[in-house]
């Protein structure tokens, strides 16, 4: 059985930084490709980013490029989320997710864990 648990999220100030992290079993992590995508109750579901099975390869969405950044550990079966330079329209409730096959849109993904609450609010 696929399990995805995710953690790291809190409240932070503009500007600030968080890093999600993703604890991943019950499936084979090293062969997947991997990703987050973030929801709020008014905008429904958004891509965030997302990883080959090896991390030579990464697809971010416009909104977060060059401010996230997604990396994995496949030693310890874990999925980071480094978020850096935070705003009040990050702020959702972030999910880490299997995909189907590596790419950037929310079909991609497969399962995926509860979320963890990120606010981003002074």
């Known amino acids: 059985e696929v399990q995805l648990v995710e953690s790291g999220g809190a409240l932070v100030q503009p500007g600030g930084s968080l890093r999600l992290s993703c604890a991943a079993s019950g499936f084979a992590f090293r062969n997947s490709a991997m990703g987050w995508f973030r929801q709020t109750p008014g905008a429904g579901r958004e891509f965030v980013a997302a990883i080959n099975w090896s991390g030579g390869a990464t697809y971010y969405a416009g909104s977060v490029k060059g401010r996230f950044t997604i990396s994995r550990d496949n030693a310890k079966n874990m999925l980071y989320l480094q978020m850096n330079s935070l705003q009040p329209e990050d702020t959702a409730v972030y999910h880490c997710?299997?995909?189907?096959?590596?790419?950037?849109?929310?079909?991609?993904?497969?399962?995926w864990g509860q979320g963890t609450q990120v606010t981003v609010s002074s």
């Open positions: 997710a299997t995909q189907y096959t590596f790419g950037g849109e929310l079909a991609d993904f497969g399962s």
